[in-house]
């Protein structure tokens, strides 16, 4: 007799663990340098709705999206200085050296997270230009060292490879790679 309550699933489709961030410094460009060791990763998409309200008793007729945010976190834990550059927005970094402070601007960068799933295929998603979130904190303990960073994507009229984009398509997109 099977369980009670078993919902129809496909097996492919479940997966677990962390993936691998790969970044160019120049927005735009495909991503291609990965960042190394990280513990895993978060996408965060939300939409600010506005409701259009009419009658009385006031009753929703239409909503519309007034903003959108699609941040990237990853906790990283290798020491690299790009990153740490990357993450603030903004510095110089070479292997041995990190140097930050006095700049108003972001740096923009292009991101690809992929992650791969226990029956073989890619979940792969495509950030066309993103910025740092200008805050990072470096803990020091008796664990492995974190540094968390995120990233949020900006408006994009382009892909990496140059085809414009359509108003609904210009922040990033998520594909399934078999």
């Given amino acids: ?17 962390p993936g691998v961030l790969f970044i160019n ?3 735009g460009s495909t991503p291609d340098t990965d960042v190394g ?10 939409r600010e ?5 009419q009658g009385f008793p006031a009753q929703s007729i239409v909503s519309y999206a007034i903003g959108e945010d699609v941040t990237l976190a990853i906790t990283g834990i290798e020491w690299n200085f790009s990153n740490l550059a990357y993450a603030l927005g903004g510095g110089t970094a ?6 930050f402070g006095g700049s108003p601007n972001f740096t923009e960068v292009s991101l690809k997270y992929q992650h ?4 073989g295929s890619t979940i792969d998603i495509d950030i066309w230009t993103a910025n740092g979130s200008g805050e990072l904190a470096i803990p020091f303990g008796d664990d ?8 949020t994507a900006l ?16 922040l990033f997109q998520i594909r399934r790679v078999n």
């Fill in 155 to 170: 408006n994009s009229t382009t892909d990496w490879g140059g085809t414009t984009l359509d108003d609904d398509k210009s």
């Fill in 1 to 17: 007799m099977a369980g009670y309550n078993v919902p129809s699933y496909t097996t492919n489709n479940i997966s677990i663990g």
């Fill in 144 to 151: 492995v060292q974190e540094f968390n960073m995120t990233f």
């Fill in 116 to 119: 791969r799933m226990a029956a």
């Fill in 37 to 46: 060791a990280v513990r895993g990763g978060e996408l965060t998409i939300s």
């Fill in 25 to 27: 410094s120049t927005a």
């Fill in 94 to 99: 070479s292997a041995t050296q990190f140097d």
């Fill in 49 to 53: 709705k506005l409701d259009i309200d």
